[in-house]
T-cell receptor, first 114, second 116 residues
């Protein structure tokens, strides 16, 4: 298995631009998580999907952030418009909730907003 | 959220055992103790988890105090590849949208340095 796949690995954009991060979870997993990691705040959960449905989005910072999961093999995290304070590493993780306690993390997308 | 307390950093020599402590005095009866680690420039990686009894797997051992208010992750023979940030997390069951799920709340972790 290829593991969790994220793209792009690096993204540099200007303030005000739309940014879309992509994630392909491990096949067969029914849960997907988006996290953000910064030096100041550490690793934070942004949103959790179960069976493609957003279950807990209490960690989404504001309306500029949105996430979708149109099918079991694909999810996006969109920031529109982006701001310099959104600069961080964004991780996607997947798991098979109910039978496994392990979350499998992708390699992350390093976002820089100038 | 139940909180954990870990030392900011620890050092070890290669091929020696490492004991990484974690305090979680406010743990509830249903909280699982999870350990993840994050190698440089990578995403976190699951290491081990337990509830009450000590646990062993190919990566590490987890020793849980009888009162569950503390635990220790044991790396039996540290290698240079074990240099990472180690996170001790209490996985609590959350109810949201009519579903229960295990939420991981990451703290600052312990930076482990392994010397050759």
């Amino acid at each position: 298995d290829a593991g969790v796949i994220q793209s792009p690995r690096h993204e540099v954009t200007e303030m005000g631009q739309e940014v879309t991060l992509r994630c392909k979870p491990i096949s067969g997993h029914n849960s997907l998580f988006w996290y953000r990691q910064t030096m100041m705040r550490g690793l934070e959960l942004l949103i959790y999907f179960n069976n493609n449905v957003p279950i807990d989005d209490s960690g989404m910072p504001e309306d500029r952030f949105s996430a979708k999961m149109p099918n079991a093999s694909f999810s996006t995290l969109k920031i529109q418009p982006s701001e310099p304070r959104d600069s961080a590493v964004y991780f996607c993780a997947s798991s098979f909730e109910r039978s496994s306690y392990e979350q499998y993390f992708g390699p992350g997308t390093r976002l820089t907003v100038t | 959220d139940a909180k954990t307390t870990q030392p900011n950093s620890m050092e070890s020599n290669e091929e020696e055992p490492v004991h990484l402590p974690c305090n979680h005095s406010t743990i509830s009866g249903t909280d699982y103790i999870h350990w993840y680690r994050q190698l440089p420039s990578q995403g976190p990686e699951y290491v081990i988890h337990g509830l009450t009894s000590n646990v062993n797997n190919r990566m590490a051992s987890l020793a849980i105090a009888e009162d569950r208010k503390s635990s220790t992750l044991i790396l039996h023979r540290a290698t240079l590849r074990d240099a990472a940030v180690y996170y001790c997390i209490l996985r609590d069951l959350r109810k949201a949208g009519g579903t229960s799920y295990g939420k991981l709340t990451f703290g600052q972790g312990t930076i482990l340095t392994v010397h050759p």
